[in-house]
């Protein structure tokens, strides 16, 4: 049984990462418009991961009786200025989920709520991987600026990314 304040937590989280989705998924859209799949397949299996971190939330709270409340997503912007720009904000944005799981274990430890303490360590260990994994691609980026052989090259990079889905039933 979760504490009232837990519960509301965790179903905003639910929202933070569907808007992560979202975002991911208008820029699968971006990078298909301007010709680059490898960046538009990379995007759209962040937005299936993203998709599967809220269900492993959803399915965390039906697992404690808790209530679910499906907010409104926000609308993501629809383009970038380029593929640089677009990474630097999926950063950004993975700073931010980083600072709310952080502050929700904050509160797991503050109502001494063990379960959820140890459930949110993945979370932890995910976000490492998030940004670490756009940090690399923003140096490559970097590396091949305004050359187009070397931006292909990253995209057919992109393209290799493969999707394997979370198991999430029960967690
Ligand atoms: Fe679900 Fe990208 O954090």
Redesign the pocket.
């Known amino acids: 049984m979760l504490e009232k304040k837990m519960e509301e937590a965790l179903n905003k989280q639910i929202n933070e ?1 569907m808007f ?1 989705a979202y975002l991911y998924l208008s820029m699968s859209a971006y990078f298909d418009s301007i010709g680059l799949k490898g960046f538009a397949n990379w995007m759209m299996i962040q937005y299936k ?2 998709t599967d ?1 809220a269900m492993k939330i959803y399915n965390y709270l039906i697992s404690q009786g808790a209530d679910i409340y499906l907010y409104s997503i926000k609308e993501p912007a629809h383009q970038w200025e380029s593929p640089l720009k677009a990474f630097e904000e999926t950063l950004k944005h ?1 700073q931010h ?1 980083t600072q709310c799981i952080n502050d929700l274990v904050d509160l797991a430890e503050d109502i001494k709520d063990r379960a959820t303490y140890n459930f949110l360590q993945w979370f932890i260990d ?2 490492v991987e ?1 940004e670490e994994n756009d940090r690399e691609i923003i140096e490559k980026l970097k590396l091949v600026e305004n050359n187009k052989s070397g931006l292909f090259m990253l995209d057919k990079d992109l393209s290799l990314r493969k999707y394997s889905p979370l198991i999430t039933e029960g967690n």
Do not use: D, G, P, T
């Open positions: 990462e992560s991961e993203e971190h993975e989920i995910e976000q998030e």
